[in-house]
Structures are given as structure tokens and as C-alpha cells.
């Protein structure tokens, strides 16, 4: 018998992850730590910039009609999501990063420019082609009820960002459930490791999407 999927993005990300990891004949297990909600924010002008950073498709679902003064920009993106959910919005997405932010920038050499569509709560980057970061999206954590949080022992949870790893972690310590009960497949090295020590298991995303971090916690939930 396999160990289910606990799913712990926010909505409506968290409902499309159900639908990928029951397609991968898995058991998900809904549990969402966070509730996403849009940011005031005003767009600076788009001639201070030569290219939009996107980390997260939320900054997409939740940037309002602010993202129309950026269409100009070209997109690098972060995920597969992410570069689909700009394209929909009707932005050109220049490139795609396969692994994380940091190695999208280092690729990116052409950007000098790069005004920086975020979350409130983010892992803080320093690069010399950053030129702005603007929040746009923030993510307010949720208090897991014991029997959500009972649920969570015996499966393997799936860590969408480094945020996300804390948090479990935290939730985990405020219910008393040993770390070494659950197995952790993380998008990145840095979700992992944000995570902290004493899973049973741990492993990491080929790439910064869902298929690839089912596929990662595919064999975890299989092996006993």
C-alpha cells in the first residue's frame, strides 16, 4: 500500500496538484498551509527596467490591473506554471528557468534591468540585475487542526517553496508529530533544506514544476 501525497499549497494551486498527483495513481491528501491574497501596489514606470521577474504564478493570478503597464517587459519566469500563467496574461516570456531563481539569473546575461514581481514572504536574493522588487501577492499561513495534522503521519508531503518547508515543520512541532513520521519530495534544494533535518526521506524536484515533483515522490510513497 502506497503512502499518500499531502498537498500543502495554497488554493487554486493545491486543487490542480490533486488533480496531477491522483492522474499519477497517488493518493493526495488536501492540506493547505496558506491562504493567498493580492497586495496594493502601484507599477513604477516600465522604462526603468529591461525585463520582468516572475517567481511564482501567483504574482500573476493576484498583480491586478497593474500587470497591464508591464506587458512590454519580456518575462523570465520560474517554472513551467509560472511561464504559462504570464503567457495567458499576454506576456512574452524571454526565458524559462528549469531549476531555481539563482541559476535563471545566472543565465540570464543579457538583464540588467529586472523588476521583480513578488511575495511578501520570499527567500531575500542578491544580484546585481535585481533592480526593484515589488510585492504584490502575500501568503497568511493557516493553523492546521489536529486532525489535519494527524493526517499528515505516514505520507509524504510536498514542499512547493522554502516557506512552505518552515511551516510544515512548525506545524508539525505545534502538534507534537515527530518529523521522522512524514517523507518530504521539495521542488528545490533550498525548499529542502528550509525544511530542516530529521525526515524520513527526502527528495528533490528534477525541476521547479508538479510533474516533476510528483515524479520525485513517486518512489517515496511507493517504497515501504
Known sequence: MSRPLAILRPEPGNAATVVRVR???????????????????????????????????NAVRHGGAGLLDLRCLPVLAVGAATAEAARATGFVVARTGTSDLRDLLHDATRFRRLLWLAGRDRTVTDHPALAATIPVYGSDPLLLAETDAAALRGSVALIHSARAGEQLAHQLDRHGIARAELRIAAISTGAAEAAGPGWDAVAIAAAPDDDALIAAAHPLAIDP
Open 23 to 57: 492522474k499519477a495513481g497517488l493518493l493526495p491528501i488536501p492540506v493547505p498551509l496558506f491562504e493567498v491574497r493580492p497586495l496594493d501596489w502601484m507599477p513604477p514606470d516600465s522604462a526603468r527596467f529591461d525585463g520582468l521577474l516572475l517567481t511564482s504564478a
